[in-house]
T-cell receptor, first 115, second 113 residues
Framework: NAGVTQTPKFRVLKTGQSMTLLCAQDMNHEYMYWYRQDPGMGLRLIHYSVGEGTTAKGEVPDGYNVSRLKKQNFLLGLESAAPSQTSVYFC??????????????FGQGTRLTVV | GNSVTQMEGPVTLSEEAFLTINCTYTATGYPSLFWYVQYPGEGLQLLLKATKADDKGSNKGFEATYRKETTSFHLEKGSVQVSDSAVYFCALKWAGNNRKLIWGLGTSLAVNP
C-alpha cells in the first residue's frame, strides 16, 4: 500500500535552474495539495487541485506552477529556482466526497536546496 | 477568518511526564478538528480527529476533546515516551474554503529518558 509517493527525496539546484517534483497517490483521492515547510512557519499551501485537470493557488503560489493531467499525479514545477525556495516540500491528498471529516495523507517530503 | 493557534515550543519533558499541547481555533460554522504528528525526517500523519462538539479523539494514548464553548482542542497524554518526540500540528477543516486544512504552526516535543 504505497499511499502518497514523492520523487525525488532530495535535490540540490543552482539558482535559475528548473525542476519538477512528482507526487503520485494510489488511493483515488480527488484532492491533492503541495505544501512547503519552513522553520517557524508551519505548513504553507502552494497550490492545490480538487480534481483531474483542475488547479488553484494557495497561500504562496509565486514562483511555482502545477499540473494535474491524471487524477493520481500532481506535479510541482519551479521554472527558475531561487534560494528563497529552499525548503521541504510535502504533497498530500484527501478524499473529499465524504465531506469535511476526512483526513489528508502525506508523502515523505522532498528536501530542496537552492544554492 | 478561520485560524488555529498552538502553544509555542519547544516542549521538553522527561519520560512518563504528563503532556498538554494547547490548541485554540477561530472558525465559522462547524469545523472538524485534527491533530497530526510529524516524526523526524518523515511526513505528517493523522494522530486523531474529532468532528463535532464534545467528541473525543484518541489514539496511541493521546486524547483531545472538541470544546466548542472554549473553541479548543488540546492534546493530552498521561505518560509520554521517548518515541513520542515529534512535531505536533493542530488543524481544522470546514465545508467552506474548498475544504482546505487550516494549520497551526506546530509544537515540537522532545522527551528525555
Amino acid at each position: 500500500n504505497a499511499g502518497v509517493t514523492q520523487t525525488p527525496k532530495f535535490r540540490v539546484l543552482k539558482t535559475g535552474q528548473s525542476m519538477t517534483l512528482l507526487c503520485a497517490q494510489d488511493m483515488n483521492h480527488e484532492y491533492m495539495y503541495w505544501y512547503r515547510q519552513d522553520p517557524g512557519m508551519g505548513l504553507r499551501l502552494i497550490h492545490y487541485s480538487v480534481g483531474e485537470g483542475t488547479t488553484a493557488k494557495g497561500e504562496v503560489p509565486d514562483g511555482y506552477n502545477v499540473s494535474r493531467l491524471k487524477k493520481q499525479n500532481f506535479l510541482l514545477g519551479l521554472e527558475s529556482a531561487a534560494p528563497s525556495q529552499t525548503s521541504v516540500y510535502f504533497c498530500a491528498s484527501s478524499w473529499e466526497t465524504g465531506g469535511r471529516n476526512t483526513e489528508a495523507f502525506f508523502g515523505q517530503g522532498t528536501r530542496l536546496t537552492v544554492v | 477568518g478561520n485560524s488555529v493557534t498552538q502553544m509555542e515550543g519547544p516542549v521538553t519533558l522527561s519520560e512518563e511526564a504528563f503532556l498538554t499541547i494547547n490548541c485554540t481555533y477561530t472558525a465559522t460554522g462547524y469545523p472538524s478538528l485534527f491533530w497530526y504528528v510529524q516524526y523526524p525526517g518523515e511526513g505528517l500523519q493523522l494522530l486523531l480527529k474529532a468532528t463535532k462538539a464534545d467528541d473525543k479523539g484518541s489514539n496511541k494514548g493521546f486524547e483531545a476533546t472538541y470544546r466548542k464553548e472554549t473553541t479548543s482542542f488540546h492534546l493530552e497524554k498521561g505518560s509520554v515516551q521517548v518515541s513520542d518526540s515529534a512535531v505536533y500540528f493542530c488543524a481544522l477543516k470546514w465545508a467552506g474554503n474548498n475544504r482546505k486544512l487550516i494549520w497551526g504552526l506546530g509544537t515540537s516535543l522532545a522527551v528525555n529518558p
